[in-house]
């Protein structure tokens, strides 16, 4: 058991309900600090031999994290490369404490870097430059050899990483897609390789190798190879088709039974260094443990694991990588398992909503899942919504709240809206209930004839016609977006409207989602963004299929508002407090300006270079914006006339958007894609 020890990204104006929160406010610009939700997918792990407390983790996102305190607080280190998908190995010198070795991998190619001084600077490993490196080792008898799986082969090196040479037959086209790689602890003249195949075996360093698979089902994919130290004759395996058993260096293999078949696709084996016949199996369904070489099996717990790592230092500690939950962290054998992930995010958040007093994100990981969390003290940690009735299996991408109650909160998928009335705990899915325009109603004429007096009998004048209209009945009808990009909650007043940008057009509702009107955008075309001045004067912009449409009437009317870009290169918008700041729209070949609402577009700005620049924002006080650029942050005091860059020792963050909770000068809000939020004061 592991024990725990919207604002829509494109919508300044919303942020302004958070004027009665305390901001800190600071004129000095400090670097950005990782704020959080803590967490999310852990790849790999290195334990230092010599320093148990020093660990490594890698990250999907080609991110790198250490601890110096044994997992209770970790730290990002920088690395080279950012457009790589995942740290699949880490290797700390057995030699040299400071020098690291990472491996990983993309779509296409991959790569090993190296850095001599923790992390501070890194190179990369012209040797095996756009390989692709799934596994590396190290011989416990050679210090200076290292070895490592890639997906064109084994590559080998001898002197400590500064050269690599591939011993392993290109030709060979089973000795390719190395996916494990182990060196025999006493013999470095022993080493092992996993592939996507089955796995294979040399005792000359490489100048021969021989498929060692007798025992095995056929076409195991194998993940993980480990040798025990103190008997280097005893192996495993784990693959594809489940766990493997050699007494013999690997000549002949026997199933290890017992775990479950829904476990099979174990991603990691290792043997207790310090109680032998204890073997730990990491599985997609959880972490197994067998105190008598597999005859028997507990299960530890249910979440999948990626990566184990044993503490040399001390007896019993270990460390998980989690698929979602991050690092775990265990002192008793993994009888108790806490998470450890203080610092260590791999998460992308894709929406922030106001909630009274609370902040909530919604945090997503490739669609495959979802979580939705809270912070109570203005986004600086933030804690789980667990248990959530109603969103079992729901992998929400929006959500929008209402500062006046924190109770009602409307959520989305890409395709179905959710509501709760009791500030999360519960929700519903509901209808989108669209209000057709009715066809206009018949005046119904009231007659009177003639009066008779009832004195008299005699004829009075005639009453006069009367009309009166009757009163119109509103029409609704459900419809069904098939892509629901974002909600975004707008204060116009003392009232909050919530719109949803869909394929369907721009919705919008000003009672909580009960019915929703379409926007009249020229064409009725699909919304994909909305944004929003940071004084909420009803200024909009919406991003849709045909280009950008600006409303200034909190959207009951628009029109097309000309730009020379393609909607496709738009990434964001800001608009000035007082509009007389030019409009700012960030693209990726750069930023533009217009200084007359959209007449007219200036590029190459000062200081701005022309590529990528994936957010930008105003500040509400004074003609202050901020604007991200391959990562880097850039501030202008001049409306936009000139650009500096301020300096931050991360230049590579993945920011999709700024955020400015109050508007004004003070925190300054990021919004990544893999390194949850971040602040800077």
């Known amino acids: 058991m592991i024990k725990a020890s919207s604002l829509p990204l494109s919508v300044g104006a919303a942020f302004l309900a958070l004027a009665t929160l305390a901001w800190a406010i600071s004129e000095h610009i400090d670097d950005w600090k990782i704020a959080g939700p803590f967490g999310g997918t852990a790849t790999a792990l290195a334990v230092d031999p010599h320093d148990g407390g020093t660990v490594l983790a890698g990250g999907m996102e080609s991110l790198l994290f250490r601890?110096?305190?044994?997992?209770?607080?970790?730290?990002?280190?920088?690395?080279?490369?950012?457009?790589?998908?995942?740290?699949?190995?880490?290797?700390?010198?057995?030699?040299?404490?400071?020098?690291?070795?990472?491996?990983?991998?993309?779509?296409?190619?991959?790569?090993?870097?190296?850095?001599?001084?923790?992390?501070?600077?890194?190179?990369?490993v012209k040797d095996i430059q756009n390989f692709g490196v799934r596994a590396l080792a190290a011989a416990a008898s050679k210090p200076s050899r290292f070895v490592a799986g890639t997906l064109r082969g084994v590559m080998l090196s001898d002197d400590s990483g500064k050269s690599w040479k591939r011993i392993s037959d290109l030709e060979n086209l089973e000795m390719v897609g190395i996916t494990a790689v182990a060196i025999d602890p006493k013999d470095p003249s022993i080493i092992y390789a996993g592939t996507t195949h089955l796995p294979w075996k040399t005792v000359d360093g490489g100048k021969t190798w021989t498929s060692i698979h007798t025992g095995m089902i056929d076409d195991s994919d194998v993940f993980s190879i480990y040798v025990d130290p103190s008997s280097p004759s005893d192996v495993l395996a784990s693959a594809c088709s489940g766990i493997y058993s050699s007494s013999d260096h690997g000549d002949l293999w026997h199933k290890l039974l017992g775990i479950p078949n829904t476990s099979r696709r174990t991603h990691v084996v290792?043997?207790?260094?310090?109680?032998?016949?204890?073997?730990?199996?990491?599985?997609?369904?959880?972490?197994?443990?067998?105190?008598?070489?597999?005859?028997?099996?507990?299960?530890?717990t249910n979440s999948q694991v990626n990566a184990l790592a044993f503490d040399p230092s001390r007896a019993g500690r270990l460390y998980l990588a989690f698929e979602y939950e991050g690092l775990g962290k265990s002192n008793n054998s993994a009888e108790q398992i806490d998470l450890a992930d203080n610092g260590f995010v791999d998460r992308a958040v894709s929406s922030v909503t106001v909630s009274g007093q609370k902040l909530l994100a919604v945090e997503t990981q490739e669609g495959e899942t979802s979580g939705l969390f809270v912070s109570t003290n203005?986004?600086?940690?933030?804690?789980?919504?667990?248990?959530?009735?109603?969103?079992?299996?729901?992998?929400?991408?929006?959500?929008?709240?209402?500062?006046?109650?924190?109770?009602?909160?409307?959520?989305?998928?890409?395709?179905?809206?959710?509501?709760?009335?009791?500030?999360?705990?519960?929700?519903?899915?509901?209808?989108?209930?669209?209000?057709?325009?009715?066809?206009?109603?018949?005046?119904?004429?009231?007659?009177?004839?003639?009066?008779?007096?009832?004195?008299?009998?005699?004829?009075?004048?005639?009453?006069?016609?009367?009309?009166r209209p009757l009163k119109p009945r509103v029409i609704t009808r459900d419809v069904s977006p098939s892509e629901i990009s974002g909600l975004y909650t707008i204060k116009s007043g003392t009232k909050e409207i919530i719109f949803a940008a869909t394929d369907l057009g721009l919705l919008r509702t000003a009672d909580l989602a009960e019915q929703w009107t379409l926007a009249d955008l020229p064409g009725s075309i699909a919304v994909t963004a909305l944004y929003a001045a940071p004084n909420s004067d009803?200024?909009?912009?919406?991003?849709?299929?045909?280009?950008?449409?600006?409303?200034?009437?909190?959207?009951?009317?628009?029109?097309?508002?000309?730009?020379?870009?393609?909607?496709?290169?738009?990434?964001?918008?800001?608009?000035?407090?007082?509009?007389?700041?030019?409009?700012?729209?960030?693209?990726?070949?750069?930023?533009?300006?217009?200084?007359?609402?959209?007449?007219?577009?200036?590029?190459?700005?000062?200081?701005?270079?022309?590529?990528?620049?994936?957010?930008?924002?105003?500040?509400?006080?004074?003609?202050?914006?901020?604007?991200?650029?391959?990562g880097r942050l850039y501030q202008t005091k001049d409306a936009g006339v000139s650009w500096s860059e301020i300096p931050s020792a991360f230049p590579s963050l993945r920011i999709r958007q700024l955020w400015i909770p109050d508007g004004a000068s003070g925190r300054i809000y990021g919004i990544t894609s893999d390194l949850g939020i971040l602040f800077r004061n």
């Open 270 to 300: 290792r043997g207790d260094p310090s109680n032998p016949g204890t073997i730990y199996a990491g599985t997609t369904t959880g972490l197994f443990k067998t105190l008598n070489h597999g005859a028997t099996w507990k299960t530890l």
């Open 538 to 630: 009803g200024y909009l912009v919406a991003r849709g299929a045909g280009g950008l449409y600006v409303s200034k009437d909190f959207g009951d009317h628009w029109a097309e508002l000309p730009f020379p870009l393609p909607p496709a290169d738009i990434n964001d918008v800001a608009i000035p407090p007082d509009h007389t700041a030019p409009l700012l729209v960030a693209t990726r070949v750069g930023l533009y300006s217009s200084p007359d609402g959209g007449a007219k577009w200036y590029a190459n700005l000062g200081g701005m270079p022309a590529s990528t620049v994936s957010a930008v924002i105003y500040q509400s006080a004074q003609p202050t914006a901020y604007a991200v650029e391959y």
């Open 67 to 124: 601890s110096v305190d044994s997992g209770a607080n970790w730290s990002l280190v920088s690395l080279p490369k950012r457009n790589l998908s995942e740290v699949t190995a880490i290797l700390i010198d057995p030699a040299d404490s400071k020098h690291y070795f990472v491996g990983m991998i993309a779509a296409e190619g991959g790569g090993l870097f190296e850095s001599r001084d923790e992390g501070s600077t890194w190179t990369t």
């Open 378 to 467: 203005r986004g600086e940690s933030w804690s789980q919504m667990r248990n959530l009735r109603g969103l079992d299996g729901v992998h929400l991408k929006s959500i929008a709240g209402v500062t006046s109650e924190d109770r009602i909160l409307i959520a989305a998928t890409p395709h179905q809206m959710y509501k709760s009335i009791d500030a999360g705990i519960t929700w519903k899915a509901i209808p989108i209930r669209l209000i057709v325009n009715p066809p206009a109603q018949p005046v119904k004429t009231v007659r009177s004839g003639p009066v008779r007096s009832r004195a008299s009998g005699q004829r009075s004048v005639p009453r006069s016609r009367s009309s």
